[in-house]
Each structure stands twice: as C-alpha cells, then as structure tokens.
C-alpha cells in the first residue's frame, strides 16, 4: 500500500488553538513517513469597516495589507507549529475556504488533508457551518479530521472501522492500513443492525468478512451494534479499545436533521478522542482507485 502512504499533506488553519493541534499531528504525521506539508490559509479578504464617523462604510485596511498580515502570521504559526525535520511550504489563498482548501489538495497532488475541528453542534453549528464537515464531503483525497481533545501522537496501532460496505468505506480502511504502524495494527470493524436484528446472522458476518480488503482481512475483528445510537457506539468503543484511529466514510447528501445534529460521521469527529480518517465518494473514485491501480500494476 506505498501508494496510500502520505507524501504531500495539506495542512489548513485559522490560527485557532483547534488548527494548532492539528498542524502538530500532521507535522507528527509528516515525520514518522517523512512527508512533505502544505499549510494553508484562506479568506476572502474582505476588509472591516468603519460606520463610526459618517456612517458611510469605509474601509479600515486594504485587501494587500491584510493578506500581507496574514502571510506573517501563517510563518509564525508554521515554524511554531512543525518539527524542524519536517518540511513544508506556506499558501495563503484569496477565496472561500471549503472551496480553496479543496482546490489546494486537488491542484497540489496532496493524497491526504488533515485539519482540525472546533467540534460545534446544535444552533451554533447551524449557523456558522463548519469548513472541516464541508472539506469531508468534496475533498479529493481523504480527509483527517483531529478534534482538540486527540492526541498530537501520530502513531497508528489499533483502528476502529464503522462498516456500512461502500466504496468508499472500504477505500477509507484501505488509507487506515497505510497508515497503521505495522502490517499487525489490529482492526475493528463495527457494522450497525436494526434493534430487532441485533443477533448477526451467519450471512451478514460472512459478508462483513468479505467485504474487508484481501489485504487486512486477518487483521480484521468483527463486531455489529445497534443502527440508532451508532454514532455513540462507535465513540464508547474507540474509548474501550484506545482506538488511534477511527474510520468512516462521508456521503454528501444531507437530511434536515443531519443539518442540526450533524451526520453519524460528523458526531464522531466532533466527540471523537482520536483523529477520524473520513473518505467520500469521490475521493475512492479517484484518489484512492488510481492508487490500487498503481499497486497492482506494480505486482505485475
């Protein structure tokens, strides 16, 4: 799986202590496979203004100043930040920041995104949206999302994956595999049942067995959980495991009450006590399916 090894990582922040903890997972990321970073800042720029005097709004700087300022402070954050053995390059981009950020990693030839999540809920979330939920869902290549109460410790022993048998769950495992310490780091796959279903039957774990990638399968634990309430089972049992790492993949389509509450994937990465690998669909078409190609075509 060389080819799902990290070797250009995009990095955003907004100089929150949130984007902080972040960028130190992936400068410990970026060390342990001697990755390179992108760490990038987007904003559209628009200057504040002054309704003080004559309450005609004038501008109190100018867009150059203001990107300017922000290119100092991201040099700061950066050396402040990442390892000295690890290298990286600053962007500032002009441009709205889920729209810029994925631009960044497909334009770059990133494989992976690892950001930070200010983990919001309920009304505030409604209002303010999150640009890391918004990189999960468009993001070209997969997505590590590190809530400020994971660890800045990049290693990678023991994955918990939420199972639903798409492309793009599946892709999600494979990236988890790539980043496992060694070919050992044991995997928990957790597949959600309806309530009067909760007994797996010998058809679904044959199915669970068969869906995990050749390569993991005997690494692969299998386990089944109620549908409602997933979210929360999945955070228990990565706590009663000390999961590094939880796995899941993002659907971009939304439902109003995902829109209040958040999707299962967005409850885990907001509650989560360690980093959450998301994939989307798009990212398994074409990212990661280029990889596996590459992979087999090497075995040739």
């Known amino acids: 799986m060389d080819s799902l090894v990290p070797r250009l990582i995009v990095v955003p922040t907004d100089f ?7 960028v130190r997972y992936a400068s410990a990321l ?9 760490v990038v800042y987007a904003d559209t720029f628009v200057p504040p203004f002054d309704f003080t005097s004559s309450g005609v ?3 109190t700087a100018e867009p150059e100043s203001l990107i300017a300022a922000a290119r100092e402070q991201l040099v700061l954050h950066a050396e402040r930040n990442i390892s000295a053995r690890v290298p990286y390059d600053i962007m500032v981009i002009v441009g709205h920041p889920m729209e810029s950020i994925t631009e960044a990693a497909r334009d770059s030839g990133a494989n992976l995104v690892v950001m930070g999540t200010h983990g919001r809920s309920g009304i505030r979330r409604l209002l303010t949206g999150s640009v890391t939920e918004a990189v999960m869902r468009t993001s070209p290549v997969p997505v590590i ?5 994971a660890s800045e410790n990049a290693s990678v022993s023991r994955i918990l994956c939420a ?3 798409t492309p793009a769950c599946s892709a999600a495992l494979r990236q ?14 957790v597949h959600g049942l309806e309530d009067q279903e909760l007994q ?3 058809q679904e774990l044959i199915r669970l067995h068969e869906w995990a990638p050749p390569e993991l399968a005997g690494r692969c634990q299998l386990k089944t959980a109620p549908r409602r309430g997933l979210a929360e089972e999945i955070l228990d049992l990565a706590l009663a495991t000390a ?9 971009a389509d939304r439902s109003p009450a995902d829109n209040l509450r958040g999707s299962i994937a967005e409850r885990i990465v907001q509650q989560s006590r360690c980093p959450v690998l998301t994939v989307n669909a798009h990212a398994a078409q074409s990212h990661l399916a280029l990889g596996h190609a590459r992979e087999q075509l090497a075995a040739i």
């Open 163 to 165: 199972v639903n048998f």
């Open 16 to 22: 929150s202590a949130p984007a902080s903890h972040a």
């Open 243 to 251: 999961a590094d790492l939880i796995v899941i993949d993002v659907s």
């Open 200 to 202: 797996p039957s010998i």
């Open 57 to 59: 709004g004038v501008p």
């Open 145 to 149: 999302a590190v809530n400020s109460s």
């Open 30 to 38: 970026g060390e342990r496979f001697g990755a390179h970073l992108l």
């Open 176 to 189: 988890a595999g790539a980043l496992a310490d060694d070919d050992k780091a044991p995997i928990l796959l």
